[in-house]
């Protein structure tokens, strides 16, 4: 017997949130640094096909900073963030393109397809590629310092008719750059912005962001993440520009207090290194990571 295998919530324990769920969109959000852990995604996609099979409507939105980065070093391109974002030159756009959009999308619909979920990704549906329509960002300030960030894009719409009830979207962190109907006019967009937004769009029940970190830390020193935050504890956070919160997990509080403010009942920070995570924090009263939700 495997002493390390982790089953998942019982159904007893999982009955009454499906029931609550059901027929309610879910936005997850996965972290690019998810798709080179060995296993990780082989974890990740049974479960979101299990929300699919129990009547959930997931819709799934990833980015791929790390894979960018490598791809970058790789071609001797420049590699600058600024306040936890990209800043997009017209060669990090076409990584963008290739790393993002193309390779990491088309891998995770084809994963999900084998689990026998209805994907539908970036490559193979118009609809999905025009349904972010974005602004391009001009420079603000950072730390003190005007940043221009580039090919760089702000949500300004979500068209929520492109995402059809009978199927699973999954979206990369680009979109179509407003009043710009060509293809090659797409902006590089933060992934946690996409999800935000995208939720907001969809009247998500809930956003769960996925990364490598196990939710929010208080001090990076601590055991575990803080279990439950209020929007305005949120808020606190985000004011203590020394404090622990920096970088991703900065934007990833931003993104969450939109969503909270734009009428998402819920947003979920979690690991997706351990098994079963996704599952036991939507369908059990403990969960595994931060929660941020009024009280």
């Known amino acids: 017997m495997n002493t390390n295998y982790d089953p998942g919530p019982s159904l007893l324990e999982a009955g009454p949130h499906i029931a609550r769920f059901r027929d309610q969109v879910v936005v997850v959000k996965l972290g690019g ?8 995604l082989e974890r990740l996609v049974p479960q979101l096909a299990l929300l699919w099979q129990t009547g959930l409507r997931p819709v799934v939105v990833h980015g791929g900073g790390k894979q960018i980065d490598a791809r970058c070093a790789e071609g001797g391109i420049a590699i600058d963030k600024r306040g936890g974002r990209r800043i997009t030159s017209p060669a990090v756009l076409e990584v963008v393109l290739e790393v993002v959009a193309k390779e990491l ?16 990704g970036y490559g193979d549906d118009a609809a ?8 391009r960002r001009p420079p603000r300030e950072v730390d003190g310092e005007a940043v221009d960030f580039g090919e760089v894009g702000d949500v300004e719409a979500v068209n929520a008719e492109a995402f059809a009830a009978d199927i699973v979207a999954v979206l990369p962190s680009v979109g179509q750059c407003a009043g710009n109907s060509k293809a090659e006019g797409v902006l590089n967009v933060n992934a946690d912005s996409v999800a935000a937004h995208v939720a907001i769009a969809l009247r998500a029940q809930k956003l769960v962001l996925v990364s490598s970190v196990p939710g929010v830390l208080a001090d990076l020193d601590d055991e575990g993440p803080i279990c439950q935050l209020a929007p305005d504890e949120v808020d606190t956070l985000l004011a203590n520009e020394g404090g622990e919160v920096r970088g991703g997990m900065r934007a990833k509080l931003e993104e969450a ?7 998402v ?29 009024p009280r």
């Open 33 to 40: 640094e998810l798709f080179d852990q060995p296993g990780v």
């Open 105 to 120: 999308n088309g891998r995770l619909v084809a994963l999900l397809r084998e689990a026998g979920v209805p994907a539908r």
């Open 128 to 135: 999905l590629r025009a349904a972010l329509r974005c602004s």
């Open 257 to 263: 207090r939109r969503a909270i403010d734009g009428g």
């Open 265 to 293: 009942r819920q947003v979920h920070v979690i690991s997706g290194l351990e098994p079963q995570t996704l599952l036991r924090e939507i369908f059990t009263d403990e969960g595994c990571g931060t929660l941020i939700a």
